[in-house]
């Protein structure tokens, strides 16, 4: 069993679509990582949140802790926003990772 | 300074070769994280360094041997590796454990 659950698992938009990725985790956490990985590798962190709602440029960020619910929003998507964002959790010293979810933004 | 670099970017090893994989960051964090990614997977972590201190051992088989010389600098030396262990290895650093994490842009390993 995951203890980090991600949906959808593949998504595909239209540019300027408003997009939404979910995580679900079933464990107490520290805190909760939004993270983007581009083909070839890099991953950058995007988020890190315990409570609340984050906002950095067009990428948005929310948790509901009692709901144990995460999503990552993109508003105005742009093809170059096509990567795989993964969730992670904290529990104590330890991440766990979501399988990730691909997007794909189509011109 | 805001980077963890690593070095190489692309490695290919037989499978009695010894090599080793660099992993370098100077922005002061006392944290330092070897992770295996293979294709369409998330990563899965392998070791933890806690100021210079291994804290964390994943049940990684003895054949990755991780070295942290200094609180700068994390190496993962490989030896008698398997071809299932083909995958990119990414490092990232933290300013103290469970902190936010900075990656590396991997090694991405072939073993023949």
């Known amino acids: 069993k995951n203890e980090v659950e991600q949906s959808p698992q593949n998504l595909t938009a239209q540019e300027g679509e408003f997009i939404t990725i979910n995580c679900s985790y079933s464990v107490g956490i520290s805190a909760l990582h939004w993270l983007q990985q581009h083909p070839g590798g890099g991953i950058v962190s995007l988020f890190m949140?315990?409570?609340g709602k984050k906002k950095h440029g067009r990428l948005i960020a929310t948790i509901n802790i009692q709901e144990k619910h995460s999503s990552l929003h993109i508003t105005a998507s742009h093809p170059r926003d096509s990567a795989v964002y993964i969730c992670?959790?904290?529990?104590?010293?330890?991440?766990?990772f979501g399988t990730g979810t691909s997007l794909t933004v189509i011109p | 300074d805001t980077e963890v670099t690593q070095t190489p970017k692309h490695l290919v090893m037989g499978m009695t070769n010894k090599k080793s994989l660099k992993c370098e960051q100077h922005m002061g964090h006392r944290a330092m994280y070897w992770y295996k990614q293979k294709a369409k997977k998330p990563p899965e972590l392998m070791f933890v360094y806690s100021y210079e201190k291994l804290s964390i051992n994943e049940s990684v088989p003895s054949r990755f041997s991780p070295e942290c010389p200094n609180s700068s600098l994390l190496n993962l030396h490989l030896h008698a590796l398997q071809p299932e262990d083909s995958a990119l290895y990414l490092c990232?650093?933290?300013?103290?454990?469970?902190?936010?994490?900075?990656f590396g842009p991997g090694t991405r390993l072939t073993v023949l």
């Open positions: 992670a959790v904290r529990v104590g010293n330890q991440f766990y």
């Open positions: 990232a650093s933290s300013q103290d454990p469970g902190h936010t994490q900075y």
């Open positions: 949140l315990s409570s």
